[in-house]
């Protein structure tokens, strides 16, 4: 299938995904790579049917047609795409993009976002925004664990309404001149730079955050090079290949032979380190479910269905 129109022009980065690369199979359970390659299969096939408006059911796995899972192109999430299409018109003003995805990564619900609008640098802006978002409706955020408020407790702005409001606005301008001195960096690295900078220790958020920041600026940022990998994929990773650390081997996977069959200009595209540590994650919630176990999240058809 080639990407829909509205999903090229949305992300810059597509050609990176599209380069030739030497395949390798070096690791040491090819069985479960296989089982995963085919996860990655179905699963692209569930999301190419339902954009193609076909009916339900869209797979014979009763596992995968009952239950949630994230696409295995984050790029594919609604959620992704309405951050970006909303901050299409900043892209050639990197500060005041980075600044709002940060502000969306952590609010983490469209409607609230809807309801905000967009932060700025202007003192002033500030303080109404904060006034605008002390008034919103509940609940205003989303995934909360993308956000330990015990980071920010102790500081001047000890709630996520005044660290959005004042504290992001202080410090963003800093973090964005600094990203743009990078060429090419990996995530990894990039997360370690930025946090002494940013002052709080928000890996898991800056690490989201920076995925946005190559999805739009791929000059700065190389999704194919080594990658953090959150405690929900590193299973999955360790039974692959428990000899090696899993930041470094999710950038060998995105060397293998996969089919995603989803292609860019007619190129098929590749799953990059970032694509594979998001598929670590999601095999391991289908593998724990399959078990008998894991958390039941229930796939919700849409009320047209």
């Known amino acids: 299938m080639e990407l829909p129109y509205e999903l090229k022009d949305l992300y810059r980065h597509w050609p990176q995904h599209i380069k030739k690369a030497p395949l390798t199979q070096n ?3 090819k069985k479960l790579l296989n089982d995963i390659k085919w996860f990655i299969k179905e699963r692209i096939n569930i999301w190419e049917k339902k954009t193609s408006g076909a009916s339900p059911p869209f797979t014979k796995d009763p596992i995968l047609s009952t239950y949630r899972f994230c696409n295995i192109f984050r790029e594919f999430d609604k959620q992704t795409i309405a951050f970006h299409t909303r901050l299409n018109p900043l892209r050639n003003d ?26 700025s640098y ?57 990203i743009k001195t990078w060429s090419k960096e990996s995530v990894y690295d990039g997360v370690e730079r930025i946090l002494p900078l940013f002052g709080y220790n928000l890996r898991f958020l800056w690490t ?24 929900g994929s590193a299973p999955t990773f360790k039974r692959i290949d428990n000899s090696k650390d ?26 990059s380190a970032e694509n594979w540590e998001g598929v670590g994650c999601e095999f391991r919630k289908y593998t724990n479910l399959k078990n008998g176990h894991g958390r039941k999240r229930l796939y919700k058809k849409s009320p047209s269905k």
């Open 246 to 271: 899993p930041s470094i081997l999710v950038t060998e996977l995105s060397l293998t032979s996969v089919s995603t069959g989803v292609s860019f200009n007619g190129k098929a595209l590749r799953l």
């Open 27 to 29: 690791v040491k359970n």
């Open 122 to 178: 202007n003192k002033k802006d500030g303080e109404e925004f904060y006034k605008r978002i002390m008034v919103s409706p509940r609940p205003r955020f989303g995934t909360p664990y993308v956000f330990p408020i015990s980071t920010i407790m102790r500081s001047e702005t000890p709630t996520r309404e005044a660290f959005i409001s004042f504290y992001l606005p202080s410090v963003m301008k800093k973090i964005a001149k600094e």
């Open 208 to 231: 989201e955050v920076l995925i946005d920041v190559a999805y739009q600026y791929p000059k700065r940022l190389d999704l194919f090079k080594r990658f953090p990998i959150g405690p």
């Open 94 to 119: 990197f500060p005041l993009w980075l600044l709002n995805m940060f502000y969306f990564r952590m609010v983490a619900n469209i409607e609230t976002i809807n309801t905000l609008g967009l932060l």
